[in-house]
């Protein structure tokens, strides 16, 4: 046991640097992770508040959320690289299926419930009576949307972000898995060596970066929400309506 | 430029598989299944913990929701320097992160129980056991099946990661599948084990709100 810890904190002062030290697999991790969930903002933020706004589409909401808990993560890292092989072999500017693309994909691809399901039921829920009282203010359409209806919404959407980048960074994980870096690539590699002190402390970065990631963004939270809108207390915190442990 | 039409499921490998395939949907149900039975076992004593002595309930969704926070693949690392590639590594993990879920549920289903119906019982010499056993748990019933359900197909997906340490059930095709990505062989499997483990989270999920349906026949009245 005294053998293993000495190990373990040896590990951690001879690989912090380099292009397979923690500090450059660390980056790659949050660098994989930080594409996906923006790109996922990209495409679930604007067609959901748009569904929101109108109030429809909510059987679509009901159905992101089961079928988005029913996804294996690894089946679909695992499943999007046949998938970035074959677009690479025959789009002349990709050169590389294996890596950051599968990654990105599979990753993109499960940070799209959480931010849809929220952006959508949080439009979708601002009260009507305030809606009403905007246009009685002369607001029309867009501009309900983007003066009344988001910033009413926010915290609710900002929870559900917050939910993808904790999912997308437990899950690029497996991003090794595709032959990308990441800090995943201490576990899988230590499996397969069966390096005990090498799993242990990837396992040990992984919860880590995990845990600060959701810190940041309770965080960050508190800056983002519109200031009449904090303080609500941690009784009210919004979750995320497709929470899936990951 | 040629696009290259490269076949992505062999449909004959299916065929060629039914028997390898039917093992594995059976050690994944048997994996979840364990899974489940002992994760609504501690739920429902660390529940009843929690119901009766009120202050236990924070430190015990902070303890279930930090190990739920744990990503799968990490939380099956820390295990593994202590209780090897086995089964018993896989099922803790997986025990693990269906607590949080189900004692939740459970004391949210009690706490929903209306306080006049409890009463009403008391009234009618129900005691504390009884009360709870033929009154509050009925009662609660849909609450903590719907708890269940989030639980049962949370840990069928999580299955397919114990494919990693040398379990999986479906996650088996899927690991091979990845060993052999550039084959058609390959991206078959990868797809079998993924839709086959959607499949099974749909039949689990559907079969027990099919029961709860069966356990609360006084909950359809209300709808008719």
């Known amino acids: 046991m005294a053998e293993f810890l000495t190990d373990l904190l040896a590990w951690f002062g001879d690989n912090w640097s380099g292009s397979t030290g923690y500090i450059t697999r660390t980056w790659e991790h949050l660098w994989v992770s930080g594409w996906a969930v923006l790109a996922a ?5 604007p067609l959901a508040s748009w569904l929101g706004h109108a109030r429809r589409g909510g059987i679509l909401a009901i159905s992101v ?22 677009i690479a072999r025959n789009v002349p500017f990709i050169d590389s299926g294996l890596g950051f693309l599968p990654t990105f994909v599979a990753l993109f691809a499960l940070a799209l419930p959480p931010i849809f399901t929220n952006t959508y039921t949080g439009v979708r829920n601002v009260s009507p009576e305030a809606v009403e009282a905007a246009r009685g203010m002369g607001f029309r359409g867009t501009g309900i949307l983007w003066k009344v209806e ?23 994980t497996l991003g090794a898995l595709v032959a990308y870096g990441g800090l995943g690539r201490y576990i899988i590699d230590g499996f397969a060596l069966r390096d005990n002190v090498t799993i242990f402390a990837g396992a040990l970065l992984v919860a880590a970066l995990s845990v600060l990631t959701e810190v940041a963004f309770s965080i960050a939270e508190r800056w983002l929400v519109p200031r009449p809108l904090r303080n609500v207390g941690t009784q009210q915190r919004p979750e995320a309506a497709a929470s899936v442990a990951r | 430029m040629t696009l290259v039409a490269e076949a992505f499921v062999d449909w004959g490998w299916i065929g060629d598989n039914l028997d390898e395939i039917w093992d594995k949907v059976a ?3 048997v994996l979840t299944g364990i899974a489940l039975g002992v994760g609504l076992a501690i739920s429902l004593a660390l529940a009843a913990l ?6 236990s309930y924070t430190p015990i969704t902070w303890m279930t929701g930090t190990l739920y926070s744990i990503p799968s693949l990490a939380l099956f690392a820390f295990l593994v320097p202590i209780t090897g590639f086995t089964t018993l590594t896989a099922e803790i993990g997986l025990v693990s992160y269906t607590l949080l879920i189900l004692i939740r549920n459970i004391v949210a289903g009690i706490d929903g129980v209306p306080p006049d119906i ?12 009884r009360l709870f056993f033929e009154i509050e748990l009925p009662l609660a019933l849909p609450v903590i099946v719907a708890g269940m359900r989030i639980a ?14 040398g379990k999986g059930g479906l996650g088996f095709f899927i690991l091979r599948g990845l060993q052999r990505f550039f084959s058609t062989v390959g991206s078959t499997e990868i797809l079998i084990g993924t839709l086959l483990s959607v499949v099974l989270a749909v039949i689990v999920d559907v079969g027990l709100l099919l029961l709860e349906r069966a356990l609360t026949p006084w909950a359809r009245r209300k709808v008719a």
Do not use: C, D, W
């Open chain 2, 152 to 165: 049962a197909v949370t840990t069928i997906g999580l299955v397919t990661v114990t494919a990693l340490i």
């Open chain 1, 150 to 172: 988001l910033p009413l919404a926010s915290p609710v959407i900002l929870a559900g972000i917050r939910t993808s980048s904790v999912q997308v960074v437990a899950t690029a």
């Open chain 2, 50 to 55: 929690a119901l009766r002595f009120r202050r």
């Open chain 1, 41 to 45: 903002m990209g495409v679930a933020m």
């Open chain 1, 65 to 86: 959320v089961n079928v988005g808990r029913a996804l294996p993560s690894f089946g679909i890292v695992a499943l999007s690289l046949p998938v970035t092989i074959r």
């Open chain 2, 27 to 29: 050690e994944h149900l």
């Open chain 2, 118 to 129: 409890k009463e009403a019982a008391v009234g009618m010499g129900y005691g504390r056991l």
